[in-house]
């Protein structure tokens, strides 16, 4: 029953704030401006822990919003799959 009133009123809460346009959760670190830059770093060549430094993040923040592209290179050399026999 208590529990029941406590979820009814978090709900109404939740609602109003909705309505003045109130949003939950944690606000960004950075701007979308800030992030571009941070890109612009990363392909000028600056080392992401620097970046990281300097925006104070997390060296794996910058890792998920800018993943490093893996390269594949051909070598022409053909490789045998080991499977035991």
């Known amino acids: 029953m208590e529990r029941v009133l406590i979820v009814e009123r978090t709900r109404a809460g939740l609602e ?43 060296l794996s923040t910058l890792y998920k919003k800018f993943p490093v592209a893996k390269s594949v290179s051909y070598t022409g050399v053909e490789i045998e799959s080991y499977r035991p026999s």
């Open 16 to 58: 109003a704030a909705r309505a003045q346009g109130r949003i939950g959760g944690r606000r960004p670190k950075l701007t979308p401006e800030q992030w571009a830059q941070a890109g612009r770093l990363i392909r000028a060549g600056l080392p992401r822990q620097q970046i990281a430094i300097i925006y104070d993040v997390g």
